[in-house]
């Protein structure tokens, strides 16, 4: 069916489906630049709405939510997270109308669109006139979906069914009508029931917010110049990254393997293996080779579009940041996931930690390109999402439920050094302390960038988050984390990151090593956590690093002076805070002396197989 004709009811699933529309020669350029910047701007409003709107801290004040506004076919146009409109279309068979808004948050019933149950993912289809013109969507972490732990995150999970409920594919409102029987079902379901019922109707109306900006541009430029702008928005990425890959990715296959600690059940480590080559300006990506699916929930079920989208930010935001984030390139990467493995498991393999692989995918993209191009690429970072759990019964009897993430290094890049105690993902941001102590039971008696723990490098790996929490109330605490057991890898001679570490302090003074992925564990009020996240790998070698950069780091407390003359081979005067430059360079040349050939990537130990891996 023609793009210009007006779909009907009846066969509206084809239409999309079939959906085709030429790119346009000659767009006018002004309009373009209208059109697009109008884009972002309702896409960042969406957020505003949002997180505005959310009442929990994950969404309201870390902004685990994301956004984007697509063609009539779910091609993102403007976004985050890459479309998966597509895969919901094959799948449904119950009519799509004006006014329908759909929800989902089973990662199996979409692909992995979304990648755990606790994202609730929300798709609202845009009319003009009654001819779909395209979709906003936006999904964002929900607090709590039921299942055995508060949170809905257990680390020791062996299916999706013990980890809370699953909401399949369904009609949250059918023409503009609140399906309130459906909705009571899902909230009685959940120990947060008025949190979560307030942050889906924020994100019901981001959804609606992108529909009322693509209406009234329909009314402002014409329902047809709308959507002949959204194919040269998508034909220019789609050229932008044809270069991109000519210019950066190898016609010989590398490959290259990082490893995922443990599972949460005393299995591990799990490795993530690429390999990685181009024909032509198509470019091909195999995880062969990727360990087996775990029995424990570290499994992350890969949606292709979102790893599609993935490479596509780690290309533009390393290479050219001014590239708009859209679909358009996506025909341009092939991507082989084998069933069966970490990233692509069969059902009903647990999901909730898949955070750990989700993030590592990163650091093995990275490690991917920087094989031949070192001097392109960055070292490793911290890795993963690190969370805090934390739940039991205020001073009034009301029970409380708190997630926070926390972040680590970034690494070591060749524009600069990695930054401290950071987010790993865009627009992420902390909860603001005052937050957390205003409406949760615990005081954070530090938080700050963690000294040494980033990799020495000519531009060095960003410090990890140090984090110490006293809680006031008795109850419960849960902790999800990685790099415990395998650093973030340093390149081209920089240092790995510091490891991840956390300590529990009972008030009568007894310590206990929690490991990085724990459910359940009893505090009493009056006991603190040490909360230490990784670390980032350097960035080349750290004794060419002007010796003036380390005294910059040592006074800030980024650096020790003992780190900075180990590994740096910078000798500081303390009594001075001034650089020893004569014994700098006996130092530096000593160790030059001493030391083995600098590699392209500098590893820790690989962590001791244990479990069915040791197996």
């Not at 506004?69 to 146009?77: A, K, Q, Y």
């Not at 360990?291 to 935001?317: C, H, R, S, T, W």
């Not at 390149?491 to 009568?508: M, N, V, Y």
């Not at 030059?592 to 600098?598: F, K, L, M, N, V």
Request: one cysteine or more; aromatic letters at 10%; charged letters at 20%.
């Amino acid at each position: 069916m023609p793009a210009t004709k007006k779909a009907k009811q009846t066969d509206i699933v084809d239409y999309i489906l079939n959906y085709r529309r030429p790119v346009p020669k000659n767009f006018d350029k002004i309009t373009l630049d209208i059109i697009e910047n109008a884009l972002r701007n309702a896409r960042h409003e969406m957020d505003a709405v949002l997180f505005r709107s959310a009442m929990s801290p994950v969404i309201r004040e870390q902004h685990d939510g994301f956004p984007m506004i697509t063609t009539p076919d779910g091609r993102m146009v403007v976004g985050q997270f890459g479309a998966y409109i597509a895969g919901f279309i094959k799948h449904w068979k119950r009519g799509i109308k004006p006014g329908d808004i759909f929800l989902i948050s089973d990662p199996y019933k979409c692909g992995g669109a979304i990648s755990h149950i606790n994202d609730w993912m929300v798709l609202l289809p845009i009319f003009y006139k009654d001819e779909l013109v395209g979709w906003g969507s936006q999904f964002g972490h929900t607090i709590d979906m039921g299942g055995p732990v508060s949170g809905s995150l257990p680390t020791d999970a062996t299916t999706v069914f013990g980890e809370g409920t699953r909401i399949p594919p369904v009609k949250l409102f059918a023409e503009g009508v609140l399906n309130e029987d459906l909705l009571d079902t899902i909230l009685n379901n959940s120990r947060m029931p008025t949190m979560n019922y307030f942050d889906l109707m924020a994100i019901v109306a981001a959804c609606r917010t992108a529909e009322k900006r693509v209406i009234e541009m329909c009314d402002r430029f014409g329902k047809d110049v709308l959507l002949d702008a959204y194919e040269v928005l998508l034909d220019r990425t789609h050229k932008a990254m044809q270069q991109l890959i000519q210019m950066i990715l190898p016609e010989k296959p590398v490959t290259f393997a990082d490893y995922i600690d443990d599972d949460g059940r005393g299995n591990g480590p799990y490795k993530m293996q690429l390999t990685m080559w181009r024909e032509g300006d198509h470019a091909h990506f195999d995880w062969t080779g990727t360990d087996p699916q775990a029995p424990g929930p570290i499994n992350f079920f890969l949606n292709e579009e979102m790893f599609k989208m993935f490479i596509g930010v780690y290309l533009i935001m390393v290479f050219d940041p001014q590239i708009l984030f859209n679909d358009g390139f996506y025909p341009l990467l092939h991507i082989t996931m084998p069933e069966g493995t970490l990233i692509q498991p069969k059902f009903p393999a647990a999901l909730g930690c898949r955070t750990h692989a989700l993030t590592r995918l990163f650091d093995v993209l990275g490690g991917c390109l920087g094989v031949n191009a070192p001097e392109l690429s960055t070292a490793a970072g911290y890795g993963t999402s690190p969370y805090l759990l934390y739940n039991g019964t205020d001073e009034s009897g009301e029970f409380f439920h708190l997630m926070e993430i926390t972040y680590g290094g970034i690494p070591g890049r060749p524009i600069g050094d990695g930054m401290d105690a950071h987010s790993w993902w865009p627009m992420f941001e902390n909860i603001p302390t005052e937050y957390l102590e205003s409406y949760y039971p615990l005081t954070v008696l530090e938080y700050g960038s963690l000294m040494d723990s980033g990799g020495a490098g000519f531009h060095r790996g960003g410090n990890a988050v140090r984090k110490v929490y006293r809680f006031e109330r008795d109850g419960e605490i849960a902790i999800h984390d990685d790099r415990e057991r395998s650093q973030p890898w340093g390149i081209l001679g920089g240092w790995p990151g510091a490891f991840s570490t956390k300590e529990l302090i009972r008030a009568d003074g007894t310590r206990e090593n929690l490991p990085s992925k724990i459910s359940q564990v009893p505090v009493k009020a009056g006991d603190v956590l040490v909360y230490h996240t990784a670390g980032g790998g350097g960035w080349k070698d750290a004794l060419d690093r002007p010796s003036e950069l380390v005294l910059k780091d040592v006074v800030s407390g980024l650096v020790s002076a003992d780190k900075a003359a180990r590994d740096y081979g910078v000798v500081i005067e303390r009594a001075t805070m001034t650089v020893n430059e004569k014994a700098t360079d006996k130092q530096r040349a000593a160790i030059r002396a001493g030391r083995a050939p600098i590699e392209t990537f500098t590893f820790g130990p690989t962590p001791t197989a244990i479990g069915v891996m040791a197996g």
